[in-house]
């Protein structure tokens, strides 16, 4: 255990500061709202020195990699969240509607409460800062809990958070799988995990206890389908850029390439001359090419390559002390091969052996039906599928017939750092998201709000209240819309037991109390004053 993490009695306590904080309604102003942000955007901004050296430390991260993964999209949801949170919590009218407008109701999005964060160790600002955008645009409080494979970047956020931030409203939890089981043991409002599949087992169970609603996003086996007829050296060098930045640790990665056959030759090719490109001096004496993030992670990536039965024709070599994992090309890798194993007691982010280091495997098919049906039939719904391709009705194929969190033809990883798109994945790969609005609504609820005035007793409702009578009916359907046109291929049914038609009169009366009730809902309150 390391010095630095937070004693495990402590965490009942900051979890009841941050409620408390939450509680005293401090949230509800926009303006405070706002400030936190910007302060969140200004305590990287600030560090940025320090924290590129945390990043070269702990993940062995060029500078630009650090600019580009973490600080680029955290200063992009920073200015979406200050620049719309006001726009965001404004009340919402529901849709017009004659027999109800006169209530008023509305919608607004309400802060759910605490919520918990657990980010996982490859892009450690990203994930945790553009989460705690979305909770503080929100109103909410939160606790974040990070990885306990970036002790470097953790201290710093454990020294700055409080300096930049309310430091009850938002609180850092240091430790391992202690600390994060203690806290998994309190009520939260909310609680959004980013990482494998085995851990969001056991989170989404913990949570199911309190009745806690939980955004999972974990990663997956990211497929690629190659069009024959696609620019080849583009190719080759989006997805070994795509494979190789950060180590290959991107939940978005591109994990397997399923290429046809009469092209694999001509693509390996050009693999190799980016290789050479992108790496002149070798890999291991590059400045350009991070660390895996720890000895037992990168153990565990030779362990794959040590059991391949495919053909490594670049890379290949590991060095376990010194977490250096070459970028790799294994060629011929067949569906049962080490490196696409589904569920191998080694596994760490996903149920479906998610490498998560810069290996790249290249799977031979025929043509874009073999490649659809190997990814259909491992149904692992990742998130991002990509296709190479000039041909839209190619293109168009590959999406329509998988499904993942993102499509891209033509490029691999930045899905997430599109402003206004969403992040999230679907099925094995996660559910919700984060990022922009759609982690505001993540951390908010729709509460639907009316006032319903004295005088509707009078002119429309005075049927709700027993004794009921059979033409208090006719109110009924005046209310809820009819049924769209019955469709043609459905028997029609036995004659109704009486004639429930809404009469002229009635429709006429209903026009007149809906008049009615926008004067009365206007002047009410004005002839109460007088009276």
Same mark, same amino acid.
């Given at each position: 255990m390391s010095d630095q993490y937070t004693p495990l009695d402590e965490i009942p306590k900051i979890h009841e500061t941050?409620?408390?904080?939450?509680?005293? %309604? !401090?949230?509800?102003s926009i303006p405070f709202r706002k400030q936190q942000i910007a302060r969140m955007g200004y305590m990287i901004k600030d560090n940025e020195a320090r924290f590129k050296e945390a990043l070269r430390i702990d993940l %062995? !991260?060029?500078?630009?990699e650090t600019e580009f993964f973490d600080f680029g999209p955290v200063y992009k949801e920073v200015r979406i969240a200050y620049d719309n949170v006001e726009k965001w919590t404004k009340p919402v009218n529901v849709e017009f509607n004659l027999s109800w407008f006169a209530m008023g109701p509305k919608m607004k999005a309400e802060p759910k409460g605490v919520v918990l964060i657990v980010p996982a160790f490859n892009l450690p600002l990203f994930l945790s800062m553009i989460p705690l955008a979305g909770v503080l645009a929100a109103g909410c409080a939160a606790v974040i809990k990070p990885s306990e494979a970036n002790p470097t970047v953790n201290k710093l956020l454990a020294e700055l958070v409080p300096k930049y931030l309310d430091p009850e409203l938002v609180q850092v939890v240091q430790g391992a799988v202690a600390e994060t089981t203690?806290?998994?043991?309190?009520r939260w409002n909310h609680i959004i995990y980013i990482g494998g599949g085995q851990v969001a087992r056991i989170i989404a169970a913990a949570a199911a206890k309190h009745l806690t609603p939980v955004t999972l996003e974990l990663g997956g086996k990211n497929p690629v389908v190659v069009d024959p007829n696609v620019d080849l050296k583009m190719t080759a060098r989006r997805l070994l850029w795509g494979r190789a930045i950060n180590a290959g640790q991107v939940c978005t990665a591109p994990e397997y390439v399923l290429v046809p056959r009469k092209i694999q030759d001509a693509l390996i090719a050009e693999f190799q001359e980016a290789y050479t490109t992108f790496y002149p001096d070798g890999p291991e004496n590059?400045?350009?090419?991070?660390?895996?993030?720890?000895?037992?992670?990168a153990a565990r990536i030779k362990g794959l390559l040590d059991n391949t039965k495919g053909e490594i024709i670049l890379g290949g070599k590991v060095d376990v002390e010194k977490r250096y994992v070459a970028p790799t090309i294994v060629n011929n890798v067949s569906a049962d091969d080490s490196l696409m194993s589904e569920c191998v007691s080694s596994c760490y982010l996903s149920s479906y052996g998610e490498v998560f280091g810069p290996v790249l495997s290249l799977v031979p098919v025929e043509d874009v039906d073999e490649a659809l049906e190997f990814i259909r039939t491992r149904e692992e719904h990742s998130l991002a599928v990509y296709v190479f391709t000039?041909?839209?009705?190619?293109?168009?194929?590959?999406?329509?017939?998988?499904?993942?969190g993102a499509a891209l033809a033509n490029e691999t990883i930045i899905s997430p750092g599109i402003p206004g798109a969403p992040v999230g994945g679907v099925g094995a790969s996660g559910y919700g998201y984060y990022a922009g609005k759609w982690a505001f609504e993540q951390f908010t609820h729709w509460r639907v709000m009316l006032d319903n005035p004295g005088w509707i007793d009078s002119l429309a409702m005075a049927w709700r209240y027993p004794p009921y009578k059979p033409g208090h009916r006719a109110w009924i359907d005046m209310i809820y819309p009819a049924l769209p046109a019955r469709p043609k291929d459905l028997p029609a049914p036995a004659p109704p037991a009486q004639?429930?038609?809404?009469?002229?009169n009635l429709w006429i009366a209903l026009f007149v109390v809906g008049a009615s009730s926008a004067v009365l809902t206007r002047y009410w309150p004005l002839l109460q004053l007088k009276a």
């Open positions: 941050a409620r408390r904080a939450f509680n005293s %309604g !401090r949230t509800k %062995g !991260r060029h500078d630009l203690k806290a998994l043991e309190l590059s400045d350009s090419l991070s660390r895996i993030v720890s000895q037992k992670h000039a041909d839209k009705k190619f293109r168009d194929k590959v999406w329509e017939n998988t499904k993942s004639n429930r038609h809404v009469s002229l």
